[in-house]
T-cell receptor
Framework: TQLLEQSPQFLSIQEGENLTVYCNSS?????LQWYRQEPGEGPVLLVT?????EVKKLKRLTFQFGDARKDSSLHITAAQPGDTGLYLC???????????FGTGTRLKVLA | GAVVSQHPSWVICKSGTSVKIECRSL??????MFWYRQFPKQSLMLMAT?????????EQGVEKDKFLINHASLTLSTLTVTSAHPEDSSFYIC???????????FGDGTRLSIL
């Protein structure tokens, strides 16, 4: 069974702090996505990474895909209360048609 | 772009009722749609994958006679929870994509509560 383990599971920080969320697996992926989900809503796509070692930035969010395409990280700089939510990584393995989701990281940013 | 509409957003009904949930891609053709179930404070669990014009592929442990999926067009897939019971209460989310390797885009989910 392919698993995507996210860490930490829960994170509560003060506004202005930095944080990093990790998404790890023993499998190699052709692509990996990061989503943010708010209560009662569907996940919203933040980014897709495809190339090993790739780094993408989205305002205060920095996403990195591991060189071996087995892991990824999401770094948030100067977190704000609006960043609060459930962060999910998802990956599609080569040759398959479906995605597996990470275990999720629930982030709460306190004002 | 890439908007997925899911309807209804909230359903409350009695045990034994069948409930249909619709998932529409509004501005793109969805060759594949996925149906997920999410329990409180947990990640998404894939239930089934539907490709337009063919039978859905169900994940292990998901009863295909309980969760009927139809993907009759490139913009619409439906999930029918047949004879729903309280244990079927959950948050159901669909997603759609327009080709292999493309990212999936999610609907806003349907909260199903069976009394």
């Amino acid at each position: 069974t392919q698993l995507l383990e996210q860490s930490p599971q829960f994170l509560s920080i003060q506004e202005g702090e930095n944080l990093t969320v990790y998404c790890n697996s023993s499998s190699v992926f052709s692509s990996l996505q990061w989503y943010r989900q708010e209560p009662g809503e569907g996940p919203v796509l933040l980014v897709t990474v495809v190339t090993g070692g790739e780094v993408k930035k989205l305002k205060r969010l920095t996403f990195q895909f591991g060189d071996a395409r087995k892991d990824s990280s999401l770094h948030i700089t100067a977190a704000q209360p609006g960043d609060t939510g459930l962060y999910l990584c998802a990956a599609q393995t080569s040759g398959t048609y479906k995605y597996i989701f990470g275990t999720g990281t629930r982030l709460k940013v306190l004002a | 772009g890439a908007v997925v509409s899911q309807h209804p957003s909230w359903v409350i009904c009695k045990s034994g009722t069948s409930v249909k949930i619709e998932c529409r891609s509004l501005d793109f053709q969805a060759t594949t749609m996925f149906w997920y179930r999410q329990f409180p404070k947990q990640s998404l669990m894939l239930m089934a994958t539907s490709n337009e014009g063919s039978k859905a592929t169900y994940e292990q442990g998901v009863e295909k006679d309980k969760f009927l999926i139809n993907h009759a067009s490139l913009t619409l897939s439906t999930l029918t929870v047949t004879s729903a019971h309280p244990e079927d209460s959950s948050f159901y989310i669909c997603s759609a994509r327009n080709g292999v390797g493309q990212p999936q885009h999610f609907g806003d989910g349907t909260r199903l509560s069976i009394l």
